[in-house]
């Protein structure tokens, strides 16, 4: 079955460190998006990526990192410069490219915690 | 910038009581319209979406119609079950940029 598979599902990370979160698809989609969820605020974007090698900042990117060295993967970085880290992240895919928007696919988030 | 804002919640109703999530938008161009659905612990689900002024999205016994006049996309179903129970996010896309812009979300929570 297609789909996004998002690793791990609980993520517990120290002060100090830098953790990477894994999202894999196999729809064969050109984009792929990293949102954040909190309580109260909706999702809100991290950073996003149209196509491989190419990536842009989203509304909330100070402290995260990411690359897109190949389609299917878009891993994401938590940093240590990202001050209050705890959140659910939620990875998300769509066809993109010049068929412009179509619906997303999301993973089943990454709930990180700060110990 | 583009911009949704929904009702705030929660939202409590009995089972097969009538739903209205109400979803207003700002965007300088002509979006397009979603509702996604997030069951507890999971990820966000497409439930339905508009793509034009007066398109009527519906899946599952929701429904909501793009309203341009009003800038709004009002969620409603006519008989809720206690398995609607769970967070329910208004989105736009401008169809420029690839990214989706999302409301606050609403938690609706049916009892028996």
């Known amino acids: 079955d297609g789909g996004i598979t998002q690793s791990p599902k609980y993520l517990f990370r120290k002060e100090g460190q830098n953790v990477t979160l894994s999202c894999e698809q196999n729809?064969?989609?050109?984009?792929m998006y990293w949102y954040r969820q909190d309580p109260g605020q909706g999702l809100r974007l991290i950073y996003y990526?149209?196509?491989?090698?190419?990536?842009q900042k989203g509304d909330i990117a100070e402290g995260y990192s990411v690359s897109r060295e190949k389609k299917e993967s878009f891993p994401l970085t938590v940093t240590s410069a990202q001050k209050n880290p705890t959140a659910f992240y939620l990875c998300?895919?769509?066809?993109?490219?010049?068929?412009?928007?179509?619906?997303?696919?999301f993973g089943q988030g990454t709930r990180l915690t700060v110990v | 910038g583009d911009s949704v804002t929904q009702m705030e919640g929660p939202v409590t109703l009995s089972e097969e009581a009538f739903l209205t999530i109400n979803c207003t938008y700002t965007a300088t161009g002509y979006p397009s319209l979603f509702w996604y659905v997030q069951y507890p612990g999971e990820g966000l689900q497409l439930l339905l979406k508009a793509t034009k002024a007066d398109d009527k999205g519906s899946n599952k016994g929701f429904e909501a119609t793009y309203r341009k006049e009003t800038t709004s996309f009002h969620l409603e179903k006519g008989s809720v079950q206690v398995s609607d129970s769970a967070v329910y996010f208004c989105a736009l896309s401008d169809g420029y940029g690839n990214k989706l812009v999302f409301g606050a979300g609403t938690i609706l929570r049916v009892k028996s």
């Open positions: 729809l064969n989609h050109d984009a």
């Open positions: 990526s149209q196509i491989v090698n190419d990536f």
């Open positions: 998300a895919s769509t066809l993109g490219g010049a068929r412009g928007y179509t619906e997303a696919f």
